[in-house]
């Protein structure tokens, strides 16, 4: 059986280490353990950033989650299924009604909506589909569509980040990502093993951090024969399994704040991700799943209108991930973003629901994101052959944004680990150092621009002060959509201050990025222009 098979098709027992047959032989964990702690020293020398990936599992409908209130034709062809009062976004756009926590942190500038992600040549399938935003697959034209990557494009990001795993040698003491659910899945495929381990659910959580093991059941009566054997044994079985203890530790190291919903499956989960994050576990990445967003019927309708209690569920969850980890003084090094394989038709079908479509929303949150609305409204009059919609940015372009100015990874090694270049959006208040460096290079540095705000009119302009060490540099402007506006600098710079003026001519008033990258280093300021 290949790998990718035995990934897809494992049962996570309770927590599987993601080695080759998910199984370590329990006398080389204990010899590790004793050893060096060079791995551990590796993992610190990295950004100290956390990812955090939702799975919208099942394609959710963008069109009724960031909801186009003032086109005539979203109500047209959703009829029934239409959004009637959205909470505002802007003078265009609203929230889903459920979704007041996204609204509240959307407000707060936490929240950033990046318009129509897709894909070329999209695939229907939720199997294919998965597969490709799991794997990075390029599908920029027909030929590619047939490609099948048998890694994921996080798993080749950790691959380049630690070599040789799961050598002792480079292995981490604590997990390199962390997924909860059954699976470990394709997305954190390595070249050649898992890069990730899987909890089965909450409730086999709670059974690793009191102490059981991870069948769970009565702890054994160790008075009797039997009993010492059995406790033998599951000692073993949790020995085997190199990660169980660091997890329980770092769960049992804090306690989560009382900000969550009950029945909340979402919030069950982030829940846990939060209580690792402040316990001190050193993972980078942790990924779950929201199921239930296939709603080919009766999406919208009944007592509990299925996608309300998705929404309201999912964005409920977030924010009081966010509002535990303030609390727990966690939250500035944590990001989350939602996925999801596709959005559904535009058109509302005959049972009151939508199929499959393509392009839809994705959402970045924390507070080193910079908020907003990113990319054009869905053109509901310019549709595909099919009449679904057109996708403005590519998911790798996110992918890329994630990896060189989240994760500090690079130009040339994310194109790599993603086969290809891609632009990327400004989406976070500052970039990192590539992971692997020890800190800001001397001499670079990026002041705030002055004035600030500045003017538009014919003699309005702005100054730029930047430091660099010597060597290529690039400074843009870009505007809160992500699309560069102007280039200021783009070559080779003498070491020491250097400033810039940028007059902003016609461009209409508003909030404006600019970048600047050199020495392997990148940082993002705001400025502002007035009419």
Known sequence: MKRRDFVK?????????????????????????NGPSLARAAMRSGTGRVLVVVQLDGGNDGLNTVVPKEDSLYHNLRGSLAIQNPLPINDTLGWHPAMGGFRRMYDDGQLAVVQNVGYPNPNRSHFRSTDIWFTGSN?????????????????????????????????????????????????????????????????????????????????????????????YIRNIALEANQYARP?????????????????????????????????GLETPIYVITQKGYDTHAQQDSGSTPRHTQL??????????????????GEEQRVMLMTISEFGRRVEANGTAGTDHGTAAPMFFVGPEVY???????????????????????????????????????NPSKSSLILKGEWETLPLFVQAPVSVGGS???????????????????????????????????????????GKLVKTLVDGSMPPGMHEVRFAPGNLPGGTYLYRLESARAVETRSMVVVK
């Not at 530790?249 to 991700?273: C, F, M």
């Not at 999912?314 to 727990?328: C, E, G, H, V």
């Not at 705030?448 to 100054?463: D, E, I, K, L, V």
């Open 247 to 279: 997890v329980r530790d770092a769960a049992n190291a804090v306690s989560n704040n009382d900000v969550y919903p009950t029945g909340n499956d979402v919030a069950e989960r982030l829940k846990i991700v939060a209580r690792l994050i402040a316990g």
């Open 139 to 231: 599908n920029t034209n027909p030929a590619d569509a047939n490609t099948h990557l048998e890694d994921g494009w996080l798993g080749r990001f950790l691959d380049d980040q630690f070599p040789g795993y799961p050598d002792p040698a480079v292995t981490p003491e604590h997990p390199l990502a962390i997924e909860i659910g059954t699976t470990t899945s394709l997305m954190m495929q390595g070249s050649e093993v898992g890069m990730s381990m899987a909890i089965y659910d909450p409730e086999t959580f709670y059974r690793i951090i009191s102490g059981t093991d991870i069948s769970g059941g009565d702890p054994p009566d160790t008075s009797t024969p039997a009993g010492l054997e059995l406790e």
């Open 371 to 409: 908020g907003g609305v990113y990319g054009d409204n869905p053109d509901l009059a310019d549709l595909d052959r099919f009449s679904d919609l057109k996708h403005q940015y590519d998911f790798k372009q996110m992918y890329a944004s994630v990896l060189q100015q989240w994760f500090g990874v």
């Open 9 to 33: 098709n494992s049962i996570a027992a309770g927590v599987v280490a993601s080695t080759v047959g998910g199984m370590f032989d329990p006398f080389a964990v204990k010899a590790y353990a």
């Open 439 to 481: 800190g800001v290079p001397a001499g670079f540095t990026l002041e705030q621009n002055y004035p600030n705000p500045f003017s538009r009119s014919a003699h309005g302009a702005t100054h730029i002060r930047f430091g660099t060490p010597g060597g290529p540099t690039r400074l843009q402007v870009y505007n809160i959509q």
């Open 311 to 328: 929404l309201g569920n999912l964005s409920n969850a977030i924010t009081s991930f966010f509002d535990d980890l303030k609390a727990l």
